[in-house]
């Protein structure tokens, strides 16, 4: 496993969450646009942004350390010009919640990427810009062990 860095992870997480897909006939992606960088106009809905937030390290052991780099991914629906119901705009960002947490429930190594991946915690507002937006955000906490020689 190469020494990971917050460029190539957060690569890793853009492509897992491109390839979320739901669950109808023909499945199509879930989220309609992501970007590794912070964007405000949208496409479509749902939308997500990735961006780098922080991160930690401990000692290991005499050979190794343990890193955890930090990115929130922020999730968006918007409710009132996007056609939607409320309802139905409600139901599109639960299944995308949803969605998202069970692809890194299920890939918890982030494709043999990294020793874990911690989703932790998912906050849910509301907020008003233009229009009424539903918005989430999740905290990944992606951890590994790099040698410290």
Do not use: W
Request: glycine residues 6%; negative net charge.
């Amino acid at each position: 496993m190469a020494r990971q860095t917050y460029d190539n992870l957060r690569a890793i997480i853009k492509t897992k969450l491109e390839g979320i897909m739901d669950s109808g006939n023909p499945a199509k992606t879930i989220l309609h646009e992501v970007h590794d960088y912070t964007e405000g106009l949208f496409t479509g809905y749902p939308s997500a942004n990735i961006r780098i937030s922080g991160g930690e390290g401990d000692f290991s052991d005499t050979a190794r350390n343990q890193r955890e780099f930090i990115f929130n991914i922020d999730l968006y629906q918007e409710v009132d010009e996007s056609g939607k119901s409320k309802d139905e705009a409600t139901d599109a960002m639960v299944l995308a919640i949803d969605k998202i947490m069970a692809s890194f429930d299920t890939d918890v190594r982030l494709g043999e990427n990294c020793a874990f991946v911690k989703v932790i915690p998912v906050m849910l507002d509301t907020a008003v810009k233009s229009g009424v937006f539903l918005f989430a955000t999740f905290e990944i906490h992606v951890v590994d062990l790099v040698n410290n020689y």
